[in-house]
């Protein structure tokens, strides 16, 4: 009981006080502020459009390893921000795919085989969701993010 009275006593202090200040404690307006915050987010988000913009490349992989014989089919996704540039868009893209197919083939698969590859300029879960019904028991690997994954690979290179 008595750390809920020192739990409740806090949270009133901390929503009525703002302990930044150097001299006497001022009173903010937490809800003004948590308002302020969501519609600087919307407007940051209806003013670049772009940024907010998908492209996905995927290749769709059979796949065989030594303990299961048959062969399973995976998609593996790659998605990114469109910059208004799609062949460097998806350059980028088709090279972290290349690169995971490389570590899949390294650790955990013994025999893999393209069966497809594709792209579009919307989210991988779109994609997905049409290629699903074009393969049977196809499963979906992997979403990696081409933005982060490029950045990171670039960096190492730099070292």
């Known amino acids: 009981m008595r750390t809920l009275?020192?739990?409740?006593?806090?949270?009133?202090?901390?929503?009525y006080l703002s302990f930044a200040s150097q001299g006497k404690p001022e009173k903010i307006n937490i809800h003004k502020l948590l308002t302020d915050s969501v519609n600087n987010d919307a407007d940051h988000d209806k003013s670049s459009p772009k940024a907010s913009a998908k492209i996905c490349a995927c290749q769709i992989l059979g796949v065989t390893s030594n303990n299961n014989r048959s062969e399973q089919?995976?998609?593996?996704?790659?998605e990114g921000t469109n910059t208004g540039n799609l062949s460097s868009s998806f350059a980028t893209a088709y090279s972290i795919l290349q690169k995971e197919k490389k570590h899949l083939q390294n650790f955990f698969f013994d025999k893999i085989k393209v069966y497809e590859k594709a792209t579009g300029v919307f989210s991988c879960n779109s994609l997905y969701n049409s290629l699903k019904s074009k393969y049977d028991g196809l499963k979906m690997y992997d979403v990696l993010n081409a933005d982060i994954l490029s950045e990171v690979g670039n960096n190492l290179a730099v070292r």
């Open 5 to 15: 009275i020192c739990i409740l006593i806090a949270t009133i202090a901390f929503n």
């Open 73 to 78: 089919l995976i998609a593996v996704f790659a």
